[in-house]
């Protein structure tokens, strides 16, 4: 079992640059593969990025590549998503997302048993 706490949400400019971050709970968190997804009203949920255990090994979806970067630190349990620069499209909640490291790195949303509660984010112009 793992628990995820994200934060770092609210309000930021479009152009501007935002950090994401998920905290977990427990001792194995090496050994999570670690993922990100967005919704927004009236849109699918996007799976945008993940990362495995080593932090070379990272998904990104066409639409946040070159803007979106996760990264990790294990010693913290911790997973990062920065945004810069931000869009208004990327306005929405952001939930973290973590799995077993098993195999490849998983890029769906139904490959992840386990979720936070989300964070807001929302973009002026």
């Known amino acids: 079992q793992v628990q995820l706490v994200e934060s770092g949400g609210g309000l930021v400019q479009a152009g501007g640059s935002l950090r994401l971050s998920c905290a977990a709970s427990?001792?194995?968190?090496?050994?999570?593969?670690m993922g990100w997804s967005r919704e927004a009203p009236g849109k699918e949920r996007e799976f945008v990025a993940a990362?495995?255990?080593?932090?070379?090994?990272?998904y990104y979806a066409e639409s946040v590549k070159g803007r979106f970067t996760i990264s990790r630190d294990n010693a913290k349990n911790t997973v990062y998503l920065q945004i810069s620069p931000v869009r208004p499209e990327d306005a929405a909640v952001y939930s973290c997302?973590?799995?077993?490291?098993?195999?490849?790195?998983?890029?769906?949303?139904?490959?992840?048993?386990?979720w936070g509660q989300g964070t807001q984010v929302t973009v002026s112009s």
């Open positions: 997302a973590a799995r077993l490291n098993i195999g490849r790195l998983r890029t769906a949303p139904g490959d992840y048993a386990y």
């Open positions: 427990g001792r194995t968190f090496s050994s999570y593969a």
């Open positions: 990362i495995g255990w080593r932090v070379d090994y990272t």
